[in-house]
């Protein structure tokens, strides 16, 4: 593997945002390779690989969904720090470099990972009540020393996924699984991956910083899911994995209404 950084920026279809993504991701003050990743090739994204000379990556497989596509994000490279850009999603100019900072001081990271704002209606939101039960949940892994026990990893995952999925750098080489994202799942494929690896010795390396902007928005995956209410049924499937039928049920009707949260309002 090689040792330094990159960025798979995962794109899917035709999104508006994507060359945004990619601007954000190359314009990094710490120098990240960076390529595109895609299941579904097309003339709009073949542009956007052209007109920024990256490689694009075609997965061939047969086998369709977001956990696919995710597991082949992950390991379509052989560098050792992999972050999965989520075309929609933006990155500030000095996210890598914190990263490959704490990397040099936690070795031992399965994965690392920093706070994140939300994108709503263009404009940048830094606190609301989502963001701020998920800042409760991650304040033990702010305790550095304490991030690599099974316990304080999985203290951000029992009360719901407090880890954004594309804040997150996975250390592939401390990770001794090729495929760590749920294919039978379509909203909390992340939770499902995270449960999996704070199974696995090392540490969730945390900066409590927001260093990326998560956009939320109508046509997002997660606002499609949660209309249908599949969100609720895996919600429940996960919860069960900490808790006990009768408190993994109450919990799914809390978290139920933070669901809420990821409506757009004007």
């Known amino acids: 593997m090689k040792s330094s950084h990159c960025f798979v920026v995962l794109a899917y279809k035709e999104s508006q945002y994507l060359e945004n993504c990619i601007q954000s991701v190359l314009n990094q ?31 061939k497989s047969q086998k369709k969904g977001i956990g696919y596509d995710f597991d082949f994000a992950k390991n379509c490279t052989d560098y050792d720090l992999v972050t999965i850009a989520h075309q929609d999603d933006q990155y500030d100019d000095n996210y890598a470099e914190e990263i490959m900072k704490l990397y040099d001081q936690k070795k031992d990271s399965l994965i690392l990972f920093t706070d994140y704002y939300e994108i709503r209606n263009q404009k940048r939101v830094y606190t609301n009540t989502n963001l701020k ?35 997150v750098t996975f250390v592939n080489k401390n990770i001794k699984m090729k495929n760590v994202f749920s294919c039978d799942m379509k909203c909390n494929i992340d939770w ?18 927001p260093l990326m902007g998560h956009r939320v928005h109508e046509e997002s995956t997660t606002s499609e899911i949660i209309k249908d209410n599949q969100r609720t049924v895996e919600d429940y499937k996960m919860f069960c994995k900490f808790w006990p039928e009768a408190i993994a ?18």
């Open 29 to 59: 003050t710490h120098e990240s390779h960076v390529v595109i990743a895609t299941s579904t090739p097309n003339d709009f994204i073949n542009d956007m690989a052209n007109k920024y000379q990256l490689e694009l990556i075609v997965n």
């Open 133 to 167: 039960i998920k800042r409760i949940l991650l304040l033990p892994l702010k305790i550095k020393c304490l991030s690599k026990y099974r316990f304080i990893k999985r203290c951000a995952l029992r009360l719901g996924c407090a880890i954004c999925c594309p804040a």
């Open 192 to 209: 499902y991956a995270w449960e999996q690896i704070s199974n696995l010795t090392g540490s969730f390396s945390y900066i409590s910083k």
């Open 249 to 266: 049920k109450l919990l799914t009707k809390i978290y139920a209404n933070s669901e809420k949260s990821n409506e757009i309002k004007e």
